[in-house]
């Protein structure tokens, strides 16, 4: 859930203009939701940093004694629906994907269905979180795209127009310097 989260939010928001703002809605959002803004970031810190290195096998091993991060995490859900006040959500799916995506395993619905089947979780909504996933990242890479040729053509747009003013200017000079075109007389008589 907290990986899920934290990249949710990294991902999406990671345009916004103000960092300090960003920093304040993270907390406004993990406050709202009755957790520890700090916590959030350790616990998804400390997923990226157990996926690193290790291997599909490595998670399903994990799951199935129970240990580590995600080897916990997994196991409690794979007993069932609610486990500990604990509940499935978009976020904890959205989770399991980039764990996925952080052990090498491709986003595919046939990989999603080994993963559901092994680790004994909902497959109809981790399948409507994936499909979501993509699509959504998809068009976050669109619009990045988009926002990126703006940029460029706004920079292209700047540098014909100072372009433009220095040919201008060169002009203007040359012609201060021109006798022929009313500039100043030429000194060396």
């Known amino acids: 859930f907290a990986l899920g989260l934290d990249d949710v939010f990294v991902e999406f928001l990671r345009f916004y203009p103000s960092e300090q703002e960003r920093d304040a809605l993270y907390a406004a959002v993990t406050h709202a939701l009755r957790f520890e803004t700090e916590q959030i970031r350790a616990d998804a810190a400390a997923v990226r940093a157990w996926c690193l290195g290790k291997t599909e096998q490595d998670v399903f ?43 090498g395993v491709e986003l595919t619905v046939t990989d999603m269905e080994r993963w559901t089947d092994t680790l004994q979780l909902p497959k109809n909504k981790l399948a409507i979180e ?60």
């Open 61 to 103: 091993d994990a799951a199935q004694a129970g240990v580590g991060p995600v080897g916990t995490a997994l196991a409690q859900a794979a007993r069932g629906f609610p486990v500990d006040d604990w509940f499935y959500s978009r976020l904890f799916g959205v989770g399991l994907i980039r764990v996925m995506a952080a052990v």
């Open 130 to 189: 994936m499909a979501t996933y993509i699509s959504t990242t998809e068009r976050l890479k669109q619009a990045e795209q988009m926002f990126a040729e703006i940029a460029a053509r706004d920079a292209r747009k700047t540098a014909e127009r100072l372009a433009e003013k220095a040919k201008a200017a060169k002009a203007a000079a040359d012609a201060l310097e021109d006798p022929a075109a009313g500039g100043p007389p030429d000194r060396g008589d």
